[in-house]
């Protein structure tokens, strides 16, 4: 089944705690993109990734670290988590370069830090 | 500057009334235009997009949207509304840079019986 899979699905971790959030696709999509949604802000785009080893931020990188070693595996970093990143993620993949295409959203990844 | 603004956080129909959900853009080049459901607990589906061509854009769930250059607008409709369509609504925007989406606040649409 064509997916793209977060883990963990939910998180409660304590500030300054390093943790990564998996995020995989078995379409072969070349663009994959990090968001985050927060009440009344809707989603705002973390990092996105045009191809392996290509990434760039979005409109709020700070605070958060990707790579993009493999094609199907586009992993978020939070090397030192603060409250104000508490907040629901999603991970998207689309075939084409760019957003344009259709993308593909994962199940979401809701992450509490104390 | 790109933006997206939809007017109203909170819709609420009755079943078999139309549904408008609006959605204004700001793009300092030719727009790329999404919409985009997410059902409870659930991630984001496509409804439609708009890239070139005819501006009445049809989607799934018998939604459909016009792209309106004058108006820079790119409201979404259907019909008719059921029960299953309650759940929240997001216009976006691409097209500047190639890889940047922008998102609008949403909308939740209620549908009563």
């Known amino acids: 089944e064509a997916q793209v899979t977060q883990n963990p699905r939910y998180l409660i971790t304590v500030t300054g705690k390093k943790l990564t959030v998996t995020c995989s696709q078995n379409?072969?999509?070349?663009?994959m993109s990090w968001y985050r949604q927060d009440p009344g802000l809707g989603l705002r785009q973390i990092y996105y990734?045009?191809?392996?080893?290509?990434?760039d931020k979005g409109d709020v990188p700070e605070g958060y670290k990707v790579s993009r070693k493999e094609k199907r595996n586009f992993p978020l970093i939070l090397e030192s988590p603060s409250p104000n990143q508490t907040s629901l993620y999603f991970c998207?993949?689309?075939?084409?370069?760019?957003?344009?295409?259709?993308?593909?959203f994962g199940p979401g990844t809701r992450l509490t830090v104390l | 500057a790109q933006s997206v603004t939809q007017l109203g956080s909170h819709v609420s129909v009755s079943e078999g009334a139309l549904v408008l959900l609006r959605c204004n853009y700001s793009?300092?080049?030719?727009?790329?235009l999404f919409w985009y459901v997410q059902y409870p607990n659930q991630g984001l589906q496509l409804l439609l997009k708009?890239?070139?061509?005819?501006?009445l854009v049809k989607g799934i769930n018998g939604f459909e949207a016009e792209f309106k250059k004058s108006e820079t607008s790119f409201h979404l409709t259907k019909p008719s509304a059921h029960m299953s369509d309650a759940a929240e609504y997001f216009c976006?925007?691409?097209?500047?840079?190639?890889?940047?989406?922008?998102f609008g606040r949403g909308t939740q649409l209620t549908v009563w019986p």
């Open positions: 998207a993949s689309s075939l084409s370069v760019g957003p344009i295409g259709t993308q593909y």
């Open positions: 379409m072969n999509h070349e663009y």
């Open positions: 990734s045009m191809n392996v080893e290509v990434t």
């Open positions: 793009s300092s080049v030719p727009p790329y």
């Open positions: 708009y890239t070139t061509g005819a501006t």
């Open positions: 976006a925007l691409g097209g500047s840079t190639l890889g940047r989406l922008y």
